[in-house]
C-alpha cells in the first residue's frame, strides 16, 4: 500500500527510546540488563503525591480542567517560585501541560513561524531539534566547542551569521549536566531583550543543581518562557505532567492553541503534582542517592577511559568520551547492551557531527545498580 507521506516525519529517531525498546525486550527474555539509558528516576512519584491520585479516584470526578490548568497546581507553582528563587510569578501566567514535550509544542507555535531559525547548543536533548523540525522551522545548532553550556558570544556569532528568531537553552542541560553560569546566563538573556531573539528556558533538572543553586531565568527576564516539568527531581515521569511560565503578552496565544491541542492536561495528574511541593524531605532523600551515584561515576569512568567531556553540575548524567573504544557510539551502544547487559545512549542522539564518540550514563537508578553497571563495563572493556 502506498501511502503520501509528510516530509515533517523525517526526523532522526530518538535512539535512546530504541535502546530503551531493545533493553527491555533483552529483559523479557531473562536477559539481566542495567539501564542507564533514559533519564528516569527510578524512584516512584513520592507518597502524598500517589495518596492524592488515590483519592481523586475513589472520588471518580476525573474530567477536562480550564486549558491553562487547575487554579490549586497554578498556585503551587507561583508558591513555589517565590519560596524557591524568590521571583514573584503570578498563577495568571503559568499553564500546565502534558509533560514538558506538550510546552515545547506550544511555546514553538506561539513564539515562531514556519521557516523561523531558532539557535540550540550542540550537543543537546534530540526532541528539540525533531519537533522543531517538524514544525517547519530552521534549526541552528551552535556547537559548544569546549564550552560546557551556550554562551553569550556564542549566540551572538550565530545571530550575526544570519538572524535568529529564538533560542532554546537548558541549564542544568541534557546531555552533558553541565549549568550555565549566572553571569552568562543574565548576558544571554541581555542579548536575547537587545536582538529582539525570543528565549525559551528549559529549566526540567532544576532541584538537581549539586555545584550551585539554582537560578531562574525569569529573575533576568520578563520576555523569556520557562518550560519545567515534574518530571525529573518530583519523579513523575508517567505521569505526563509539565508546566510553563509565560511572558504575558503570550498567556491568551497559549491558552488558545492548547485548547485546540491538548484541551487540558490530565486532571488527575494535576490534582496529584499539586502535593509534589509538599515532599521535599522525601524528594531530597533520593537527591542524594543521585549526589551518591554521582561520585561513585566520577571516581570510576576515568579508569574504564570514559573520561567525562563536560563537568556533571547537575541532571543525573555522565557524558563522555568513549574515542579510546569505538569511533561509532550507536554500535557501541549495541555491544555494551548485548555483550556487557548494560545500556545507555549513544552521543548521535544529541550531536549530529560528533557524536560519534560519546556516549550519555544516566545515574538516575540505584546505587546498587551503577555499581554492577560499574563492574560489567570493567569486565567487558578489560
Avoid at 542495567?34 to 500517589?50: K, L
Avoid at 529573575?219 to 523569556?224: E, L, Y
Wanted: glycine content about 6%; hydrophobic content about 45%; aromatic content about 8%.
Amino acid at each position: 500500500m502506498q501511502i503520501n507521506l509528510s516530509t515533517r516525519g523525517n526526523v532522526e529517531p530518538f535512539h535512546a527510546m530504541d535502546v530503551l525498546a531493545e533493553a527491555n525486550r533483552l529483559r523479557s527474555e531473562g536477559r539481566s540488563i542495567i539501564s542507564m539509558a533514559v533519564g528516569q528516576p527510578a524512584a516512584p512519584a513520592p507518597q502524598i503525591v500517589r495518596d492524592s491520585a488515590a483519592a481523586a479516584l475513589v472520588d471518580g470526578r476525573i474530567s477536562y480542567t480550564d486549558a491553562l490548568g487547575l487554579r490549586i497546581i497554578r498556585r503551587a507553582i507561583s508558591e513555589h517560585y517565590r519560596d524557591h528563587y524568590a521571583v514573584d510569578v503570578a498563577p495568571e501566567r503559568i499553564c500546565i501541560t502534558t509533560g514538558s514535550s506538550a510546552g515545547f509544542n506550544l511555546a514553538f507555535l506561539s513564539l515562531f513561524d514556519v521557516g523561523d531559525r531558532v539557535a540550540i547548543s550542540e550537543p543537546g536533548y534530540p526532541a528539540y531539534r525533531n519537533i522543531l523540525r517538524a514544525l517547519g522551522l530552521e534549526v541552528v545548532e551552535i556547537p559548544l566547542d569546549g564550552a560546557s553550556n551556550l554562551t553569550a558570544a556564542a549566540l551572538e556569532t550565530a545571530h550575526r551569521v544570519k538572524p535568529l528568531r529564538g533560542v532554546l537553552f537548558a541549564s542544568p542541560a541534557n546531555p552533558t549536566g553541565a549549568n550555565i553560569a549566572q553571569d552568562e546566563l543574565k548576558a544571554i538573556l541581555e542579548l536575547c531583550e537587545k536582538e529582539n531573539i525570543a528565549p525559551i528556558s528549559d529549566e526540567i533538572y532544576h532541584r538537581l543543581s549539586y555545584e550551585s543553586e539554582d537560578v531562574t531565568a525569569l529573575g533576568f527576564s520578563a520576555r523569556v518562557t520557562v518550560i519545567n516539568s515534574f518530571s525529573k527531581y518530583y519523579c513523575m515521569t508517567g505521569w505526563r505532567i509539565g508546566w510553563m511560565v509565560l511572558p504575558d503578552p503570550l498567556v491568551r496565544t497559549v491558552e488558545r492553541i492548547q485548547q485546540s491541542l491538548y484541551i487540558s492536561a490530565p486532571e488527575l495528574s494535576q490534582i496529584a503534582a499539586s502535593k509534589a511541593f509538599e515532599a521535599s524531605r522525601e524528594l531530597d532523600i533520593i537527591r542524594e542517592g543521585y549526589i551518591k551515584n554521582r561520585a561513585l561515576l566520577s571516581h570510576n569512568l576515568a579508569r574504564l577511559r570514559l573520561p567525562l567531556i563536560t563537568p556533571m553540575d547537575g541532571a543525573f548524567y555522565a557524558y563522555c568520551d568513549i574515542s579510546a573504544h569505538a569511533n561509532d557510539s550507536m554500535s557501541f551502544a549495541k555491544r555494551m547492551l548485548h555483550e556487557a547487559g548494560v545500556a545507555a545512549t549513544p552521543g548521535i542522539d544529541f550531536d549530529t557531527r560528533e557524536g560519534h564518540r560519546s556516549m550519555r550514563f544516566s545515574y538516575a537508578g540505584s546505587f546498587e545498580d551503577m555499581q554492577e553497571a560499574l563492574e560489567r563495563l570493567a569486565g567487558w572493556i578489560g
